[in-house]
């Protein structure tokens, strides 16, 4: 299977959050952002360049096929580790370990999503620092890589449940958690509407639209006082997901913002 790699030259960061944006609830497979373009990654079969024309009329980009077998060495060779802060550092195994982190989380750079580099996973894992994991239940809802459903394990979590709608994400997770001796965590393909069990924690670092239709889903499976980690969310949207989840029953905790996009930490 071959992908197909769109990108975008961009002037300022409101050009990159304003096509994420646009493009948020197509099946793309990843991004990366360097200083003068955003690159948009897509699985040849679900690649739709009309659509995207459509959506896009202002923002002319260029395309190229990438066959399967340099994918990995694609994004191996743009991957840098990342230090979010003195508490956890997110590299690849190819990397030497940190030497000043509690947490040396290693992740396999392939083409899921969560490698600790996008503003909205930092600020994901920032606020996870913040919350005691000890013995806790956590769903980590769209896991992508595994990155944060690893990290609530790594601070002493009880049970760890990723799911994602992705085969391969799935693939990517199981992977990574066990480079990083977290075996124990359970990822699956299954949809977040047959999950029943609650929780204490939940984390969506997802997308606006899919926010909006599972937080009721969400708040209905997750324990009283249990917390809710959200991010994906342009600023701009903001009143949009806070007249969703305040009209369900949630209390807004914390907010963090980098460039255009915000984390949220709500309660039940």
Known sequence: MNYIKISFPIQDQND????????CDLPTEGSEQTESALHIFFTESQFDEVEIKNR?????????IIPYQNWNALW????????INSQVGVRAHFHPPFIDCKYDIVITPKMS???GHHETTQMMM?????????????LDFGCGTGVLAIFSKLKGAALV??????EWSVENSIENCRNNHCEDIEISIQPLESIE?????????????VLLATLPKLYSILKTNGDLLLSGILDSDFLTIQNCFTSLGFTLIAQQQKKNWIALHIQK
Request: glycine share 4%; proline share 5%; net charge negative.
């Open 56 to 64: 896009l009329t202002s923002f002319p980009f260029t395309s190229e």
């Open 76 to 83: 191996e060779s743009n991957f840098e580790p990342i230090q």
């Open 113 to 115: 999503f969560g490698t």
């Open 126 to 138: 920032t606020m996870m620092n913040e919350l005691d994991y000890t013995n806790k239940d956590v």
């Open 161 to 166: 449940k990723g799911i994602d709608n992705d």
């Open 16 to 23: 990159a959050d304003t096509i994420s944006a646009l493009l």
């Open 197 to 209: 069990d609650p929780y204490d924690i939940i984390l969506a670092n997802i997308n606006l639209n």
